[in-house]
């Protein structure tokens, strides 16, 4: 988009492909208040998405986070701070991805309320700071004073800001997602999805659903047990399995004993 709005701002005309009328006062004022816009936008987008991104951990299921994190994230009304909660139960709280991404927070917080006056946090300021050089490797020349500087001026980003925050934002959820694997580990996962198929009223009797699913040899249930992970999203259910000190190999009753132990 910005290099097309160079191309505006130095006289290019739409082509056929965009049969649009556009014949500004000042071309050149033109494209640079859509550039704005064009940057302004990306930039909501991106954290929107870390937004949703949080919210849907809180309600995956089966859960992939401990549910007492879960409440404590869904309790918090502010969405910086669901993001910095979850950030420091997966000791993520220090990175420079996440120092970012918050501001990223008090920038989309500014462009989308008309009278926003949310300030960037002392401790993201600090980190920022101390980060600068590292900084300038990561993010190819930001500079964080610049950055802070403008988010307290309440001046727009630039391009520059937009794109090391939209990188930020995939390096944090990548770092959050790998966290939340080795936390959550395959084999918890499996046993969350299996005890919470089985208590679904919706798709029969728990006894029936254990005797589809371990109501044959042991290589049997194997597979159906893998053919369940891989409904649920789950990879390399085999291994989970053989690792289960014989989870393929419990009666119907032994398993609606192990997954579901208060049930009479």
Not at 42 to 67: G, N, Q
Not at 113 to 135: E, F, G, P, W
Not at 252 to 264: C, I, K, N, T, V
Request: charged share 25%; proline share 4%; with cysteine.
């Amino acid at each position: 988009m910005l290099v097309g709005l160079d191309a505006v701002r130095e006289g290019a005309k739409p082509n056929s492909s965009l049969p649009a009328t556009w014949n500004p006062v000042n071309q050149e004022d033109a494209a640079a208040r859509a550039r704005v816009f064009a940057l302004n936008a990306t930039l909501v987008w991106t954290i929107e998405s870390v937004v949703s991104y949080v919210k849907d951990l809180t309600r995956v299921t089966p859960a992939t986070l401990d549910m007492n994190l879960i409440t404590k994230i869904r309790n918090e009304q502010d969405k910086e701070t669901k993001l910095t909660t979850l950030a420091r139960y997966l000791s993520v709280e220090e990175s420079d991805a996440l120092a970012l991404v918050r501001t990223g927070y008090v920038w989309r917080n500014r462009l989308t309320h008309y009278n926003a006056t949310n300030q960037i946090n002392a401790d993201v300021k600090a980190q920022l700071r101390s980060s600068s050089d590292r900084l300038k490797d990561d993010y190819q020349g930001l500079d964080s004073a610049q950055l802070i500087e403008r988010l307290e001026q309440g001046k727009t980003p630039r391009l520059k800001e937009t794109s090391s925050i939209i990188r930020a934002a995939a390096a944090l959820v990548r770092s959050i997602d790998e966290r939340v694997t080795v936390t959550q580990g395959t084999l918890d996962y499996l046993r969350a999805g299996l005890s919470q198929h089985l208590q679904n009223p919706e798709s029969g009797s728990p006894g029936q659903k254990a005797a589809s699913l371990w109501g044959g040899t042991e290589a049997q249930n194997r597979r159906s047990l893998e053919n369940f992970g891989a409904r649920i999203s789950l990879s390399r259910i085999e291994d989970a399995c053989r690792d289960d000190e014989g989870l393929a190999s419990l009666t119907p009753r032994e398993a609606l004993r192990m997954l579901l132990p208060g049930r009479p």
